[in-house]
């Protein structure tokens, strides 16, 4: 290569840094994100068994299927109050201690410490967790054996597992990092003089803890928030081990896609992706998510 032609290309590189640098998660993107959905989403107008989109057999059947159907309004209405309340309570508990990590703990290394005995039980594969709970809320498990020893119950109860509540528990233990660390995020930005500040002003503790903590830690919680929901709301494994037989949408799309009826799927699969689109663009009305990362 001549010298001209090498000033060239680096002219070139040096104008074009900022798209080259973009390209290689564009094209990631357009591959497993945006050509999947929008697959499933031409498919879902198909009639028949096939596997690809076939311009001469579009129909809206499939759509009709789905909304005349009254069990998907059941189906509907159970997948996203689980989701929701398990965001929810997961945020209930990893909120304190985000809180507590980030104004409590001032010693860097105990920060430290603690964070790595949060995260090692992630170590352990998410089958090996999610068995576990049979020990514990199993007839024989733990939980049962000190009802039993404390005299509260004369027989084990069996209703701890398989049921909404075992899918409630799962989902949190799975989940709760997801929350955590945005939140311990966004607090670990918090100025505590703000607090100090807001306090010699005259604002009660609540209040200062309100407009100031809670209002400057809420992109975190944005974030925690739309990570753990995206994670329920689609997730058919763990309802279809520990629900006992609750109907969720990401089991509703297997089911038919198991029986090869790909457009019928791909139409739940829709109605679920705008569900969660919705949701998530609620969510982002309410924070400013960039303030996590960016300031």
């Known amino acids: 290569m001549t010298l001209p032609q090498k000033a060239s290309l680096k002219g070139f590189l040096s104008r074009n840094s900022v798209y080259l640098m973009i390209l290689p998660p564009l094209v990631i993107s357009i591959l497993f994100m945006f050509a999947p959905t929008a697959s499933v ?92 709970w049979l020990s514990i809320l199993g007839r024989e498990g733990i939980v049962n054996y000190l009802l039993l020893s404390l005299g509260l119950t004369q027989t084990p109860i069996a209703e701890l597992l398989f049921t909404r509540w075992t899918l409630l528990i799962i989902w949190i233990q799975t989940n709760v990092l997801f929350m955590l660390f945005p939140i311990y995020l966004a607090l ?14 005259g604002a009660t503790p609540s209040r200062s803890f309100y407009h100031v903590t809670f209002k400057l830690s809420l992109p975190g919680v944005i974030v925690g928030f739309m990570f753990v929901f995206v994670s329920t709301i689609g997730d058919y494994v763990t309802p279809s081990l ?21 457009p019928i799927a791909s139409a739940f699969g829709v109605l679920l992706l705008a569900v969660t689109m919705a949701v998530i663009y609620v969510l982002l009305k309410v924070a400013n998510i960039k303030k996590v990362f960016y300031e």
């Open 41 to 132: 989403l031409l498919l879902s107008f198909n009639k028949g068994a096939g596997v690809t989109f076939d311009p001469t057999k579009v129909t809206f059947e499939n759509f009709l299927a789905v909304f005349t159907r009254p069990t998907t309004y059941i189906v509907l209405r159970d997948t996203l109050g689980m989701s929701l309340l398990a965001t929810v309570a997961t945020f209930v508990i990893a909120f304190p201690v985000a809180y507590f990590l980030a104004f409590k703990v001032e010693n860097f290394r105990l920060q430290n410490v603690i964070t790595f005995l949060l995260v090692i039980p992630y170590w352990v594969d998410w089958s090996i967790r999610s068995i576990s």
């Open 188 to 201: 670990s930005r918090v100025d505590p003089e703000l607090l100090d500040v807001a306090q010699s002003l």
């Open 242 to 262: 520990w629900a006992g037989g609750l109907q969720m949408l990401g089991k509703v799309v297997q089911n038919y896609a198991w029986l090869f009826q790909w």
